[in-house]
């Protein structure tokens, strides 16, 4: 029960994460936002494995790097999205469509045909995404896009990381990755104006929680998890994650969605449920 555990609280913790970054990015410009995170995260994971690291060969440290940078431009998609939304948890299950556009797309790459379980959720999952984001008649909003391009990045990212995952430890990985993307949005942030902003102790405050916690913390908690329990229980905990995020959003931010939104979100964590399930037959 421990690795149950462990993916339970990681899910929480993702949660906290999206609230937490909405709070940050309405003071603090997406680019620096991302480059302090993700470089603070991998400072801390860096005592834990750097032994291990100085240990890689070129080939694997630009292996798991380009991976990295897959992640590096889902995020940076992410953050404009989250930036220009009005909706944490909507963009929470349109990001939680990834599970299910991640078949299709090792189709794409590499010619390995989705199993009937996909053919049977995707549809599921289309009726709720369009109840979600056509509320406004057949009208989709910038940040939906967005957000639906992120998923499909993050998509691509969890199919190259799978395939490399047998040949560089998850920590390691983790490491390498985290550090991309600090590198990639340090660059990106420096080589673009950013707008002028202000630091207040509670912008700190929820920076250090989506670093600390719902990064460095949150992504060691995933990993020893995924290592002790089987493929499909992790992904039936890992899609609790929208959930926690809808009850957060409320709670802390206020946020309320219509009755259509929420039929919609229902309908894409059903989706998600079936194809899990489904698979494991």
Request: charged letters at 10%; proline letters at 2%; one cysteine or more.
């Amino acid at each position: 029960m421990r690795g149950e555990f462990h993916l339970l609280l990681a899910t929480l913790l993702a949660a906290v994460g999206w609230i937490a970054s909405k709070i940050v990015i309405e003071s603090v410009p997406g680019d620096i936002f991302l480059s302090v995170r993700f470089l603070f995260a991998s400072l801390i994971l860096f005592p834990f494995c750097y032994k291990k690291v100085l240990r890689l060969n070129f080939k694997q440290v630009i292996s798991v790097c380009s991976v990295g940078l897959i992640l590096a431009v889902s995020m940076k998609v992410w953050v404009y999205a989250m930036s220009i939304t009005a909706s944490v948890s909507e963009g929470a299950f349109i990001m939680s469509l990834a599970m299910i556009i991640a078949p299709f797309t090792s189709w794409l790459f590499f010619r390995q045909r989705p199993n009937r379980a996909f053919w049977f959720a995707l549809p599921i999952a289309i009726t709720g995404m369009m109840l979600m984001t056509l509320s406004n008649g057949w009208q989709v909003e910038k940040s939906q896009w967005c957000f639906l391009l992120a998923s499909a990045l993050l998509s691509i990212h969890f199919v190259f990381n799978k395939k490399m995952s047998s040949s560089v430890k998850p920590l390691i990985s983790i490491f390498l990755q985290l550090l991309t993307v600090g590198i990639f949005t340090t660059l990106f942030a420096v080589f673009n104006e950013q707008a002028h902003f202000e630091l207040t102790n509670n912008v700190i405050l929820w920076f250090v929680i989506s670093a600390v916690v719902a990064t460095s913390i949150r992504y060691l908690l995933q990993t020893m998890g995924q290592l002790s329990i089987k493929i499909e229980t992790a992904a039936l905990i890992m899609i609790l994650e929208p959930i926690w995020t809808l009850l957060m959003s409320m709670l802390v931010l206020g946020e309320i969605l219509e009755t259509q939104k929420l039929i919609g979100a229902a309908i894409i964590f059903l989706s998600l449920f079936l194809y899990i399930k489904l698979s494991r037959r």
